[in-house]
């Protein structure tokens, strides 16, 4: 996970939004490192609505689940 997590971190830091977000996507087991990865990256890249807006939807599905470690979507 860690792999993935630094490549999507990667593609985001570099502009490649679109890139990052289909690979995080296609993560089974999304971490919350994966997610701050792709929230950090849309921030510092200077994304800050989507950064918040997946940031929200993070929270929610967060929120509803028993296991805070690993997260399938």
Known sequence: ???WTAIIYGYVRKGRKEEALELFLRVHLKNLFAWTALISGLIQ???GVDAVGLFVKMR????ASANLAMLEI
């Open 60 to 63: 929610s599905i967060v929120g």
């Open 45 to 47: 890249s200077g994304n």
């Open 1 to 3: 996970m860690a792999s």
